[in-house]
């Protein structure tokens, strides 16, 4: 149980489009979801934490207009990467958790390289 | 904020050594604390956590303290083997419903030489 899912896994887009990565809990519905960037060799940073049904809250000097959350439903958020520039290149995880639980469960990543 | 500093950031042993890694975190509403091991590319998985009315947890060869004063925290790998070799990550967080955020310490590079 517990499994959350990405896609894409990889994303080549060329500079000034838009991105979007799905994150799907499969099997428990997710009333918290949370975005990450990470760096090669560096730690997980957090973006954004997404409750269903409501505006994301973002992290200090993370640009709420740059990177799109939606929440929509208890399954499903995504992050919209607009104008992406290859500075945004990053492996991109999102998490999510259910209820009173504490644990968040990962997904496996989206690698996101922007040319 | 919250901040969690982590150390060592790489760290080599001998296969069947222990490894230790320690953690330090500012926030003292901090509550509870999960270990997670990351392999190259791939999602961090967790291996261990516990909540601040425990002073230690131990699954097998792995271990976690926690010193509430101190505001540490530490994970013991005994009896290492290869396939230990990850990048491990502390985190913190407060609260007690997944509602609560967490923060990331910055990792240490296990190593484990057979």
């Known amino acids: 149980g517990a499994v959350v899912s990405q896609h894409p896994s990889r994303v080549i887009c060329k500079s000034g489009t838009s991105v979007k990565i799905e994150c799907r809990s499969l099997?428990?519905?997710?009333?918290?979801m949370f975005w990450y960037r990470q760096f090669p060799k560096q730690s997980l940073m957090l973006m954004a934490t997404?409750?269903?049904?409501?505006?994301?809250?973002?992290e200090q000097g993370v640009e709420k207009d740059k990177f799109l959350i939606n929440h929509a439903s208890l399954t499903l958020s995504t992050l919209t990467v607009t104008s992406a520039h290859p500075e945004d290149s990053s492996f991109y995880i999102c998490?999510?958790?259910?209820?009173?639980?504490?644990?968040?469960?990962f997904g496996p990543g989206t690698r996101l390289t922007v040319l | 904020g919250e901040n969690v500093e982590q150390h060592p950031s790489t760290l080599s042993v001998q296969e069947g050594d222990s490894a230790v890694i320690k953690c330090t975190y500012s926030d003292s509403a901090s509550n509870y604390f999960p270990w997670y091991k990351q392999e190259l590319g791939k999602r961090p998985q967790l291996i261990i956590d516990?909540?601040?009315?425990?002073g230690e947890k131990k699954d097998q060869r792995i271990a976690v303290t926690l010193n509430k004063t101190a505001k540490h925290f530490s994970l013991h790998i005994t009896e290492t083997q290869p396939e230990d070799s990850a990048v491990y990550f502390c985190?913190?967080?407060?609260?007690?419903?997944?509602?609560?955020?967490?923060?990331f310490g910055t990792g240490t590079r296990l190593k484990v030489l057979a």
């Open positions: 099997d428990f519905q997710a009333t918290t």
């Open positions: 985190a913190a967080s407060k609260g007690t419903s997944g509602t609560y955020k967490y923060i």
């Open positions: 998490s999510a958790t259910s209820g009173r639980a504490t644990e968040q469960f």
């Open positions: 997404s409750n269903e049904g409501s505006k994301a809250t973002y």
């Open positions: 516990i909540r601040s009315n425990v």
